[in-house]
């Protein structure tokens, strides 16, 4: 039976899906093309913004064409990368089975480009539980709120009934501008870097689960 009341809003990258690796790899790679050198630790301080607000960052004195070069070289690099490399985190299928036996209306909330969110949809095969999937990588990136207000308004759901499932700063304060509760996973970040989030958990459990469904879905 279909739960209208709350709706889950899962981030992707480094909260479902464990791509972190992937996406330094395709990052030091894009950019060496350019004759440009990074830390992977650099890469990692901007994660869960999109491109639009990352590349001027990685490669500030870049034309605007070229930025644009990179961040498409950037995600095609990424996709290559994502055949048999790409994998739920530990405890995901069982979060997304009982929110769907809740009946919660669950959607993605991603900055990544929609062909990202395509492929790993379809090399994880977990397209079915999502009612709808929202990509950020054209409109303004987190931690603008654009995104969670967008699928908070395609499906009807008030922003406070909006449970955001995050693993970065920048998700956690777009959940926070958007007035909606929000988890942060420690799956790619340590949980001081979290602490603006309504609660921080260091993996998907069932003990995470029952608090998670005790505090904030009724």
Same mark, same amino acid.
Not at 26 to 34: G, N
Not at 132 to 136: D, F, K, N, Q
């Given at each position: 039976m279909k739960n209208t009341n709350y709706a889950i809003l899962w981030d992707m990258d480094g909260t479902l899906i464990d791509t972190t690796d992937m996406h330094m790899e395709?990052? +030091?790679?894009?950019?060496?093309?350019?004759g440009k050198t990074i830390q992977k630790q650099e890469i990692l301080k901007h994660f869960g913004k999109n491109n639009r607000a990352v590349t001027p960052l990685l490669f500030p004195d870049a034309a605007p064409e070229v930025i644009t070069q990179i961040a498409d070289q950037k995600e095609e690099v990424f996709r290559d990368l994502v055949p048999g490399n790409a994998f739920l985190y530990p405890g995901v299928m069982e979060w997304l089975l009982f929110f769907q036996s809740r009946g919660y209306e669950q959607c993605i909330a991603s900055s990544a480009p929609m062909a990202n969110i395509d492929v790993l949809l379809e090399e994880t095969g977990i397209r079915p539980f999502f009612k +709808?999937?929202?990509?950020?990588a054209t409109i303004p990136g987190k931690p603008d709120p654009a995104l969670f207000l967008a699928v908070s308004h395609q499906i009807n759901i008030p922003p406070p009934h909006c449970?955001?499932?995050?693993d970065a700063p920048a998700g956690i304060e777009a959940a926070k501008r958007a007035k909606m509760p929000c988890i942060a996973i420690t799956n790619s970040r340590p949980a001081k870097e979290l602490f603006d989030a309504n609660l921080v958990i260091n993996e998907f459990s069932t003990t995470s689960l029952v608090q998670v469904a005790t505090l904030f879905l009724g």
């Open positions: 395709s990052w +030091v790679t894009a950019l060496a093309r350019h +709808v999937i929202g990509s950020g449970l955001v499932i995050e």
